[in-house]
């Protein structure tokens, strides 16, 4: 009697065990190892550019006596080549302005046309919205043969200018959707207390939507200086010396000689170029990813 009781009692101590095994398998193999391979694919090409940007030029042409995944000799003689034998503080500086400055242009407009859009409820609102958004699908290989078009007429052809004013056309509708998702989480309760109290709808916008829509526009301000930080096409059509033009396209057009390619100091500018846009990430990711989830909830 004690044996049949005792059995059961044993049996039920080893199913949790049973059960936790199966269960951190599971973790480890629908989790873990997915994500694993994810960051490792995703880290990569940066590990990459790191190796090849300390790398000696015997090591990068020599594969067959040296690792091609690790470095024997580090120099700093690619970065140095990069930073005093070429123009590349005077690139950076500039796609730094043209990103900040069309930056802070499509937010300006994207603010106001979201809250127009959202609180306002004019007739065919909605349909704007759709078309605002519809236009960030518009490929930029088909806008910039007349953009520029315009360009050249106002006089802005190889100026940074143009760039600051261009790159608005597709960061406007995106930010747009961003904020119009972003303010329809704002209760209105709030705005229609402020109306009552006499307040106008920009003093509604400014002391009471704004503050609130902080990691919306983040988010927005995020999204709009990577891309007008990688921006490539029109960087290349409306730019044309070699000291105006942005990281993107300076890398690859004056570090290039014919069929030469200067690897070490490709990669060291693309690893470097691609820092700032990294730390911007980093320093407000729990924004941008609040943002986000808002936006497509609603």
């Known amino acids: ?25 599971r973790r480890l193999m629908m989790i873990y190892l997915p994500l694993g391979c994810f960051v490792l694919i995703l880290l990569f090409p940066f590990y990459w550019m790191a190796i090849t940007s300390f790398k000696p030029n015997a090591e990068l042409m020599n594969y067959k006596d040296n690792n091609p995944f690790w470095i024997s000799s580090p120099t700093l003689a690619h ?3 990069l930073l005093f034998n070429t123009a590349y503080p005077r690139w950076l500086t500039t796609t730094m302005l043209v990103a900040v400055g069309s930056t802070t242009l499509s937010l300006i ?27 960030y699908l518009v490929p930029p290989s088909i806008l910039f043969i007349p953009l ?18 261009v790159y608005p056309t597709f960061l406007v509708p995106f930010c747009t959707w961003l904020l119009i998702g972003y ?13 009552v109290d006499g307040a106008t709808r920009l003093q509604i916008l400014r002391r009471i ?8 526009l983040i988010s927005a301000g995020i999204f ?30 004056e570090l290039v000689t014919g069929d030469v390619y200067q690897w070490g100091a490709l990669m ?16 407000f990711v729990d924004y941008y990813v609040s943002s986000l989830t808002g936006a497509v909830k609603e």
């Open 1 to 25: 009697m004690t044996d049949t009781v005792a059995q059961p009692t044993a049996d039920a101590k080893a199913a949790p065990d049973t059960m936790a095994w199966d269960s951190g398998l």
């Open 183 to 195: 303010f329809k989480s704002i209760p209105y309760e709030l705005e229609e207390c402020a109306l």
């Open 209 to 216: 939507t704004l503050p609130l829509a902080v990691p919306g």
């Open 268 to 283: 060291a500018g693309s690893l470097l170029g691609s820092l700032p846009v990294a730390i911007f990430y980093s320093l």
């Open 79 to 81: 970065i140095k080549h």
């Open 224 to 253: 709009s200086f990577t891309l007008s930080w990688n921006e490539f096409i029109y960087a290349l059509a409306f730019i044309q010396s070699g000291a105006n033009k942005t990281v993107p396209v300076a890398i690859l057009t």
């Open 148 to 165: 520029a078009t315009v360009v050249v007429q106002f006089g802005l052809f190889d100026s940074p200018l143009a760039l600051i004013l």
């Open 109 to 135: 407009a994207s603010t106001l046309a979201a809250y127009a859009i959202e609180r306002l409820r004019f007739r065919g609102s909605p349909y704007v919205g759709l078309g605002i958004y519809l236009a």
